[in-house]
C-alpha cells in the first residue's frame, strides 16, 4: 500500500469501528444495548472537564436515565500514549457536568430519560483488540503491558469485531450492570448498518464520497441539485461540519466532474448530480484513495482557492440560507 493510500484506508477503518460498535445499540446485536435501557443521544460530544477550557471528547455517550458511559473507539490494537490521555479527560467529567451537559443537549427530547445522571462511567473499544493480544501484550511484551496496565487503571477496555463480540478485556467498571453485560459479552452483526458515513474530524475525503453515495446515487433517477445547507442539515447534529469545508467537497467534486457548479446570479453554491457524472461518482473511493482531496486542488493550481472558500469558515449565504427554509434538503 502506498502513503497515498494510507489516507483513505485509515478513514474507511475509523467509520467502520464506529459503525461496528454503533451496531451494539442495534436489533441485529444480541442482546442489544438499548435492551439495557441505553440509547445513544449524542455522537462526538464535548464536555467540560474539570480542567479549564479542556474537554472531554469522547465518540459516543450513551445514557441509561442513570449511567452516562462514555466511550471512545480506536481502530486497530495499538495502546498509545494520546488513548490513555483521552480517557483520563473523560474520567474528569463529573456527574454534574454529564447532567449540564445532556440538559444542554436537550436529552429530554431525544429520549424518555431527564438528564439526571447518578454514575458516570469510561470505557475505550478497540478494533481488532482480543484475548489472545491481551495476554500477549501483559506477559510478552515490556512495553506493551506498561501502556496495558495504566490504560485499564483508568478505564474498562473494550474489544471489538463485527461477526464477532463486544466483550471486556481488561480494566473493570464500577457499574455491576455494565460489569456483567461486557463480560458476557455482545454478539454483534456480521454487517452492521451504515449509521456513520463520514469521520470525527470531518475529513474531506469521506465527506466526498458520502456526499457521492448521498445526492449523487441518486442521479441515476434523475438530475440532483444540492447547496452546502442541505449537506450540512443532513449530517447535523451529530457532524458539525464548517461551510467552507463542504465547500471545497463541492468545488473538488466538481472540478473532478462528479457533478456541475450551476450557481448563477440568483443561486450561489449550487451544485448539480445528473446521469452524465455517473462514471464520476461510482469512482469516487478510488479517486480519493489515490489522492487527497486538498492534494488534487493543489496540484491543479488551485491555491487561489482559499482566497474565496475558506475551509473553516462557517457562515452560510443568504441563498442557502433560503435553500433551507423552503424546505429543499436531499435528506
Given amino acids: 500500500m502506498t502513503g497515498k493510500q494510507n489516507h ?3 478513514q474507511e477503518r475509523e467509520i467502520q469501528s464506529y459503525n461496528v460498535f454503533f451496531s451494539a445499540l442495534t436489533a441485529r446485536a444480541d442482546p442489544p444495548l438499548t435492551r439495557q435501557g441505553f440509547e445513544a443521544p449524542v455522537s462526538f460530544p464535548e464536555i467540560e472537564g474539570q480542567r479549564e477550557n479542556v474537554q472531554a471528547h469522547p465518540d459516543f455517550l450513551l445514557y441509561d436515565g442513570e449511567i452516562c458511559l462514555l466511550v471512545e473507539v480506536k481502530q486497530g490494537d ?20 454529564a447532567e449540564t451537559y445532556l440538559k444542554d443537549a436537550e ?3 431525544k429520549t424518555s430519560y431527564n438528564g439526571d445522571v447518578s454514575q458516570v462511567e469510561t470505557c475505550i473499544s478497540y478494533a481488532g483488540l482480543d484475548e489472545g493480544y491481551i495476554e500477549k501484550c501483559r506477559h510478552e511484551w515490556p512495553n506493551c503491558s506498561e501502556q496495558l496496565e495504566e490504560l485499564e487503571e483508568k ?4 474489544g471489538q469485531s463485527a461477526g464477532d463480540s463486544l466483550q471486556l478485556l481488561a480494566g473493570e467498571f464500577d457499574s ?22 463520514i469521520t470525527e474530524g470531518w475529513e474531506k475525503e469521506s465527506l466526498a464520497v458520502a456526499v457521492c453515495q448521498i445526492w449523487g446515487y441518486d ?4 438530475p440532483v441539485e444540492v447547496t452546502p445547507s ?57 479517486t480519493v484513495r489515490e489522492q487527497p482531496v486538498e492534494g488534487y486542488l493543489q496540484e491543479e493550481g488551485q491555491m487561489d482557492l482559499d482566497s474565496f472558500i475558506d475551509e473553516d469558515n462557517d457562515e452560510e449565504s443568504d441563498e442557502d440560507d433560503e435553500g433551507e427554509e423552503s424546505g429543499d434538503s436531499q435528506q
Fill in 8 to 10: 483513505w484506508s485509515r
Fill in 78 to 97: 495499538n495502546i498509545e500514549d494520546e488513548h490513555i490521555e483521552q480517557m483520563e479527560e473523560c474520567n474528569r467529567v463529573t456527574i454534574e457536568r
Fill in 107 to 109: 436529552v429530554q427530547e
Fill in 155 to 158: 478505564t474498562a477496555i473494550l
Fill in 176 to 197: 455491576s450492570v455494565l460489569q456483567s453485560l461486557f463480560e458476557r459479552g455482545i454478539q454483534l452483526p456480521e454487517t452492521p448498518q451504515k449509521e456513520f458515513a
Fill in 219 to 222: 442521479a441515476a433517477s434523475g
Fill in 230 to 286: 442541505d449537506i450540512r442539515s443532513h449530517f447535523a447534529p451529530r457532524h458539525a461540519i464548517p461551510m467552507g469545508r463542504i465547500k471545497r467537497v463541492l468545488y473538488f467534486l466538481s472540478e473532478i466532474e462528479a457533478c456541475d457548479d450551476v450557481s448563477d446570479n440568483d443561486r450561489d453554491h449550487v451544485y448539480s448530480f445528473s446521469v452524465e457524472h455517473m462514471n464520476e461518482i461510482l469512482g469516487i473511493v478510488e
